[in-house]
Structure formats: structure tokens, C-alpha cells
């Protein structure tokens, strides 16, 4: 049992898979089918009191309530979009704050999930880099970010088109899934997992900006979708957007994305490409992408920059976009625009900051205020 998954003294069982809890349960005396009984209660049925978990016997109950909690991280807001997008933050234990955005569609609702506190990559057009890194997520913490949603709008009973209020999950929140890599396998088992969230292994999709040897990893564990955060063409101007780049080159990334696939021939890989005009948004950016990405079975999708304060970067032109599209889909790459859904509450995709990051820039001016009046050196950092 990690650290991880303790929450204060006792056990929080919301984070364990199948299978670590019913390791947990052999080493507490107890039947593994026991554990697939509470992994219902908990996810299938939205339950965390264990006196309603009537098919346990009183003791087992009584048991639980003693040793263990089923606890999500706690929701501190809630924003509604025009477009029907939510964002919802949530507070972490040790400080720190993470948002999760959902997504409604006509015939599918996408959850985008964050996997760390900040992020440790500094990509120059995202807003969660200007943060840094403050923590890895528990798993808890990841799969409660899917328990809460599909508790809220179960209750809600908003979605109408499909028969579950998530049918999509996207590691493409906060952070690099990658790199907290076990805490959100374990999370990403109980999307899986038919008696918790039985979503469909082609639904939950993994985006990394390319920690190569985490990839290979990956595909030795569990099987996801993958999207890849490319961005660029060439080697120069990717390590300028994306500097993990400098560490893992192209060449190793698409050879990796290759092994991704083993041999399956229906699977691709999808490229996620930021549209930054006068940046990487020109026809020889575009012709350069089909040449790398001629033996990598893949598709391309387009995002529009998401501005935030601060940032250098522009949207490109639609006209741009466009163009850049039809160049790709000439050459026979399935290209799609992402649409932007969310921006008028920073849900949009590079627009997650936590308001955490925001307090922080209030306190960075308020010592810069104070700083010009008395030393910084004794203020509290
Ligand atoms: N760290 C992971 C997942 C988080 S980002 C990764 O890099 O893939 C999810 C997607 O949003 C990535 O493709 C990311 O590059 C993109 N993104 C980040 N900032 C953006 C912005 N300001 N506008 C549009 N897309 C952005």
C-alpha cells in the first residue's frame, strides 16, 4: 500500500484498482470478492458511507469505517460555460488546486482530467508551465476528479442522448500524465474496469508531450489511446515549444509512437498540433509534418491557441488553419480542428491554471508592492 492512498491515518479506498484492493482486503482477512463488492459500492454506485454498503456483513462494515475513507478531493468552484462546459476545481491535499473540465457533446461527454499540480515542462504556449510543478496527484485524486462528475450530473440527470453522464475520459488536464506514471495507471485501470467505470479502452485517451521511455512503459501495463502533444515539424522549433524535446528528438518520439501500435493497423496515434500564427502555422510546416509522419500511423488534430495573460503567442487566422488542414488532408492525414469549447471560463485546452496560481500572482504583486517600502527577505515565502 503506497503513501499515496493513505489520507490521514486511514486507507482511502477511492483510488485503489481491483486489484490492489482486493490485495488490500487479503492482507485485512478478507475474501478478494469482497473487494469487487466495494469497488461497486464506490464507483458504480457513487457511495462512500459504509454502513450503506448492505451486501458486507456488520463487522466487515464496521471494519472499513474504522480502518479506511472513500474520499474526493474537495470541490472549492464551479463554472458554467455558454457552450454547456463545466469546469470544476478542486482542492488537493497539501495545498494546491486542480481543474477538470467536462465536456458535452450531442452523442458523447468528455471528461478532461488533470494528473499533477503545475507542470515541470515549461511548454512556452501553456498556460499550467508558468505555475512549475508543485505535486503529483494521488490516484485518489485522479479518479475522484471522474467519480465527482458522474456523481453531480447523475444527480442532475442532464445527459440525454447517451445512456452515462461520461463516455469519454482525456488525461489532457494539468500536468504530464507520464510523469506521476503510477498513480495514474491505477486510475486509468478503474476507468476500465467494468465494475467500476467500464468506459471503453478507445475512450480514454492518454496525452503526453513525449517522455519516450514512459511510453514504452505504458504499453507494457495498460491499453489506452494515445495523443501526442507534436506541435512542430522539425527538431528547432519543437525544442522551442516543447523543451522536454531537447531531451527526446522527434525521431525517438514517432519511433516510439510506432511501437505504441505494434502491429495493430487500425489504431493511430493522434498528433496534437497547437496553431500558434507566424509560428508553425505556414504551408512548409505542414509539408515538413507529412514528411515526418509518412510510415507513423496517425491523425492530426488541430487546436487553436488558446490565449491567457501573457503570453507571446497569437491564435492563427481560421483562414490559416484552413489552409494548413487542406494541405494534410491532400495528402491523405485524417485532419480535424478541435473546437474550442470553454474559453469564456479558462476551460479551454492550455487554460488551466488553478485559482491557486492565480492567488499566487496576487501575492507575487502584493510582496513586489511591499518589497518597495520594506526588504523582502522578511516576508513569508
Ligand atoms: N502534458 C500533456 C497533457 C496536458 S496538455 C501533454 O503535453 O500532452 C493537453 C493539450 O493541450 C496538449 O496537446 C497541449 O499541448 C495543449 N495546449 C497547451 N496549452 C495550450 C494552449 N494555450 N492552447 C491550445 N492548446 C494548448
Redesign the pocket.
Same mark, same amino acid.
Request: aromatic fraction near 12%.
Given at each position: 500500500m503506497s503513501d499515496n492512498n493513505l489520507s490521514g491515518t486511514k486507507v482511502n479506498l477511492l483510488g485503489l484498482s481491483q486489484k490492489a484492493l482486493s490485495e488490500y482486503f487479503i492482507t485485512l482477512g478478507e475474501k478478494p470478492f469482497r473487494a469487487q463488492q466495494v469497488l461497486k459500492w464506490i464507483h458504480a454506485e457513487g457511495v462512500t458511507d459504509f454502513a450503506q454498503m448492505t451486501n458486507l456483513s456488520k463487522s466487515l462494515r464496521a471494519k472499513l469505517a474504522e480502518l479506511c475513507v472513500v474520499q474526493a478531493p474537495e470541490v472549492i468552484s464551479q463554472h458554467n460555460a455558454s457552450d454547456g462546459t463545466r469546469k470544476w476545481l478542486f482542492k488537493v491535499a497539501g495545498g494546491g488546486a486542480i481543474e477538470t473540465v467536462y465536456i458535452p457533446e450531442p452523442k458523447r461527454a468528455t471528461l478532461c482530467i488533470s494528473s499533477q499540480v503545475g507542470?515541470a515542462?515549461n511548454?512556452s504556449?501553456?498556460?499550467t508551465a508558468q505555475q512549475g510543478f508543485q505535486k503529483n496527484l494521488t490516484s485518489s485524486e485522479i479518479i475522484g476528479q471522474l467519480w465527482y462528475a458522474v456523481k453531480q450530473l447523475r444527480e442532475e440527470g442532464i445527459f440525454k442522448a447517451i445512456d452515462r453522464p461520461i463516455t469519454n475520459v482525456v488525461?489532457?488536464?494539468m500536468?504530464?500524465?507520464l510523469l506521476n506514471f503510477d498513480n495514474v495507471v491505477m486510475a486509468m485501470d478503474l476507468m476500465l474496469d467494468d465494475l467500476a467505470y467500464g468506459l471503453s479502452k478507445r475512450r480514454v485517451t492518454l $496525452?503526453?508531450?513525449g517522455v519516450v521511455p514512459a511510453i514504452d512503459k505504458l504499453r507494457e501495463v495498460i491499453d489506452v489511446a494515445l495523443?501526442v $502533444?507534436l506541435?512542430a515539424p522539425n527538431d528547432t522549433l519543437r525544442t522551442e515549444l516543447v523543451p522536454i524535446n531537447k531531451k527526446y528528438p522527434i525521431v525517438e518520439l514517432l519511433a516510439a509512437c510506432k511501437r505504441y501500435l505494434r502491429d495493430d493497423t487500425r489504431r493511430r496515434i493522434t498528433m496534437?498540433y497547437?496553431m500558434l500564427e507566424g509560428v508553425n502555422d505556414q504551408p512548409q510546416h505542414a509539408h515538413e509534418l507529412i514528411k515526418i509522419l509518412k510510415d507513423v500511423p496517425s491523425k492530426v488534430n488541430l487546436?487553436p491557441?488558446?490565449p491567457?495573460n501573457g503570453t507571446k503567442y497569437q491564435r492563427s487566422s481560421n483562414e490559416a488553419i484552413l489552409r494548413f488542414q487542406s494541405i494534410l488532408m491532400n495528402a491523405g492525414i485524417v485532419t480535424l480542428t478541435r473546437k474550442t469549447r470553454g474559453d469564456d471560463i479558462d476551460a479551454a485546452?492550455?487554460?488551466l491554471a488553478g485559482q491557486v496560481n492565480d492567488k499566487t500572482q496576487r501575492s507575487a504583486k502584493f510582496k513586489q508592492q511591499l518589497a518597495k517600502t520594506i526588504s523582502l527577505e522578511v516576508l513569508p515565502s
Open positions: 507542470c515542462l511548454c504556449f501553456c498556460h488525461m489532457m488536464g500536468g504530464e500524465p $496525452s503526453t508531450s495523443a $502533444s506541435h496534437e497547437v487546436i491557441f488558446n491567457f485546452c492550455g487554460q
